[in-house]
């Protein structure tokens, strides 16, 4: 059994860039969630994808974007980045959409200068 | 709206001590309810989760925690910590039908030898 698996692991991009973190999900895993973790805070929670849908919103404006693709990967866009984006992107799988608890992945590090 | 709050920054514990690390929630039904942990960086592990029934809730790693509604609590334990037990703990509620986590603030665990 894979568990949840990011990439990339670490990025730099510099303000007003556009990025795209992928996921790939748990096997047998249909929902991903994305958090973002900025230094020394807790995981906040950005949205999650349901059968290819969004299924519910975080405090996010509408620059932070995401797809689910028909094998449950998932991929977050991000556009016009500034500085305060800099964080950890976690990604996390689960079976349906009630949270009986997620895998998380590693996450991916992202610095924007 | 939910919330939950980790009162302690920054524990430090000798090996071989007892823990308990202190987490209170705010939501108005019986929550569901996680502790996870995360090793520098990471990603979340799950640690134990309580749903319903027993408010002793087993986990992994040797950690327990118990749910006490009159208190809003749900505090995590081990009897005898261990130098790898040293990370970040993060407690969290979800009220299991909406779709997101809530995270606590955090508390890093440090342990001397």
């Known amino acids: 059994e894979t568990g949840v698996t990011q990439s990339p692991t670490h990025l730099i991009k510099t303000r007003g860039q556009q990025v795209t973190l992928r996921c790939s999900s748990q096997s047998g895993h249909n929902t991903v969630s994305w958090y973002q973790q900025a230094l020394g805070q807790g995981p906040q929670f950005i949205f999650q994808y349901y059968r290819e849908e969004e299924n519910g919103r975080g405090n996010f404006p509408p620059r932070f974007s995401g797809l689910q693709f028909p094998n449950y990967s998932s991929e977050l866009n991000v556009n016009a980045l500034e500085l305060d984006d800099s964080a950890l992107y976690l990604c996390?799988?689960?079976?349906?959409?009630?949270?009986?608890?997620?895998?998380f992945g590693s996450g991916t590090r992202l610095t924007v200068v | 709206a939910q919330s939950v709050t980790q009162p302690d920054i920054h524990i430090t514990v000798s090996e071989g001590a007892s823990l308990e690390l202190r987490c209170n929630y705010s939501y108005g039904a019986t929550p569901y309810l996680f502790w996870y942990v995360q090793s520098p960086g990471q990603g979340l592990q799950l640690l134990l989760k309580y749903f319903s029934g027993d408010t002793l809730v087993q986990g992994i790693k040797g950690f327990e925690a118990e749910f006490k509604r009159s208190q809003s609590s749900f505090n995590l334990r081990k009897p005898s910590v261990h130098w790898s037990d040293a990370a970040e703990y993060f407690c969290a509620v979800n009220t299991g039908t909406a779709s997101k986590l809530t995270f606590g603030t955090g508390t890093r665990l440090q342990v001397t030898l």
């Open positions: 996390a799988s689960s079976f349906g959409v009630a949270n009986y608890g997620y895998t």
